[in-house]
Nanobody
Framework: QVQLVESGGGLVQAGGSLRLSCAAS??????MGWFRQAPGKEREFVAA????????YYADSVKGRFTISRDNAKNTVFLQMNSLKPEDTAVYYC??????????????????WGQGTQVTVSS
């Protein structure tokens, strides 16, 4: 079992930055991802990182603006979000894969989810 707790969300103006954190406990030697869900829309992939941190994937909409990283000594995954846009407004969810050899980019590849943290970007 893996327990995930996100933090770091908030209200920011367009062009600003936020850093999300996901603290994990339990079986944490696995790929991790960030997803987001805006009102009235489906949850979508944002970024993913391998257990070692050597492989990362990003959605096209955030590439060049967001950076995913992890500190395995602290069992924490981060999402640094720069140049934020109003369309980045959503609840952001951290997710953990049950398969340690995979870096998933779809919801179905993740078995464990956090409770989410709200990110609101004003124009």
């Amino acid at each position: 079992q893996v327990q995930l707790v996100e933090s770091g969300g908030g209200l920011v103006q367009a062009g600003g930055s936020l850093r999300l954190s996901c603290a994990a406990s339990g079986r944490t030697f696995t790929g991790m991802g960030w997803f987001r869900q805006a009102p009235g829309k489906e949850r979508e992939f944002v970024a993913a990182i391998s257990w070692s941190g050597g492989i990362t994937y990003y959605a096209d909409s955030v590439k060049g603006r967001f950076t995913i990283s992890r500190d395995n000594a602290k069992n924490t995954v981060f999402l640094q979000m720069n140049s934020l846009k109003p369309e980045d407004t959503a609840v952001y969810y951290c997710a953990a894969d049950r398969n340690p050899l995979r870096v998933g980019v779809t919801r179905r590849e993740y078995s464990y989810w956090g409770q989410g943290t709200q990110v609101t970007v004003s124009s």
